[in-house]
């Protein structure tokens, strides 16, 4: 079965950096999509950005810039570099893992089948 770790998460304050890193297990597709989620206090989740296993990436136009998402070393492993963090980045942030679309990966919840347990980033003001 399909198993998915974050790990990274912890308080910085604004201006800082924290560098998310997601691993993957049991997933036998060769072609995917990976994406980075959040839930602050609204409970609402929602994209951060995604990474298609073929390297085509999307942001959230709130992290444009700031966040970097990238596959490094070993390819089961996605990570999330986030740069000049802001107050407004305070959330949990879930990693998930999803079928591969030749239009792009989404940010709909519903098109991703596995996902880790969250960890928690805050930024104090």
């Known amino acids: 079965q399909v198993q998915v770790l974050e790990s990274g998460g912890g308080s910085v304050h604004a201006g800082g950096s924290l560098k998310l890193s997601c691993v993957v297990s049991?997933?036998?597709?060769?072609?995917?999509?990976m994406a980075w989620f959040r839930q602050s206090a609204d409970n609402r989740r929602v994209g951060v950005s995604n990474?298609?296993?073929?390297?085509?990436?999307k942001y959230a136009d709130s992290v444009k810039g700031r966040f970097t998402i990238s596959q490094e070393g070993t390819k089961s492993t996605i990570y999330l570099q986030m740069n000049s963090l802001k107050p407004e980045d305070t959330a949990k942030y879930y990693c998930?893992?999803?079928?591969?679309?030749?239009?792009?990966?989404?940010?709909?919840?519903?098109?991703?089948?596995?996902w880790g347990q969250g960890t928690q980033v805050t930024v104090p003001s």
């Open positions: 990474f298609r296993s073929d390297g085509v990436t």
């Open positions: 049991g997933y036998k597709f060769d072609r995917w999509c």
């Open positions: 998930a893992v999803g079928v591969y679309y030749y239009t792009g990966c989404s940010f709909d919840t519903t098109l991703y089948s596995a």
